[in-house]
T-cell receptor, first 112, second 114 residues
């Protein structure tokens, strides 16, 4: 089942922070985060494998709350290059690592 | 350069004319997958392959076929394309299954079926 992302879209000024949420109705085994710029392929940002795990990538970090079956992506001090659509990909515990299901995406726009 | 290569990038075809979209990766990845991307629906998995000669259906397999005869190649076959298969298609690969590794995506194939 497709995870639900919120918000669907967000507009920021350069330097502002944003949080993108990803929640699932199923128990999760892993959560992936990707960014896709217009007309390009999705690019891998990070993966979270354990409940409570947090990871960082420059000023972009993420957390995974296994109990709540959700993950959040944190973008700090946003830059113009952060603009794009962010997707979370989740895998339920029943599919043994074979199926990654993506959310509908969150469109992030960073303005000067 | 490590990459996933899809061909063609753009394709316009007519209903019912069989076509193949090729996908090749040079990273010795075991896992490969096909997704289609449609506005408002995100990325939906069509088929995936855990290794050579091992393929299985994703969420939207109807109207598609795949094969994995070699580790590096994973072609997507549309035997009788229909207009509802007009979409942006992405091939992706990962070091192995288990979703412990990130996916590398190809540049995409924009298919229009008229």
């Amino acid at each position: 089942q497709q995870p639900v992302q919120s918000p669907q879209a967000v507009i920021l000024r350069e330097g502002e922070d944003a949080v993108i949420n990803c929640s699932s109705s199923k128990a999760l085994y892993s959560v992936h985060w990707y960014r896709q710029k217009h007309g390009e392929a999705p690019v891998f940002l990070m993966i979270l494998l354990k409940g409570g795990e947090q990871k960082g990538h420059e000023k972009i970090s993420a957390s995974f709350n296994e109990k709540k079956q959700q993950s959040s992506l944190y973008l700090t001090a946003s830059q113009l290059s952060y603009s794009g659509t962010y997707f979370c990909g989740t895998e339920g515990r029943e599919t043994s690592g074979s199926r990654l299901t993506f959310g509908e995406g969150t469109q992030l726009t960073v303005n000067p | 350069e490590a990459q996933v290569t899809q061909n063609p990038r753009y394709l316009i075809t007519v209903t019912g004319k069989k076509l193949t979209v090729t996908c090749s990766q040079n990273m010795n990845h075991e896992y490969m997958s096909w997704y289609r991307q449609d506005p408002g629906l995100g990325l939906r998995q069509i088929y995936y392959s855990m290794n050579v000669e091992v393929t299985d259906k994703g969420d939207v397999p109807e109207g598609y076929k795949v094969s994995r005869k070699e580790k590096r190649n994973f072609p997507l076959i549309l035997e009788s394309p229909s207009p509802n298969q007009t979409s942006l298609y992405f091939c992706a690969s990962s070091l192995s299954g288990g979703n412990r590794y990130g996916y590398t995506f190809g540049s995409g194939t924009r298919l229009t079926v008229v």
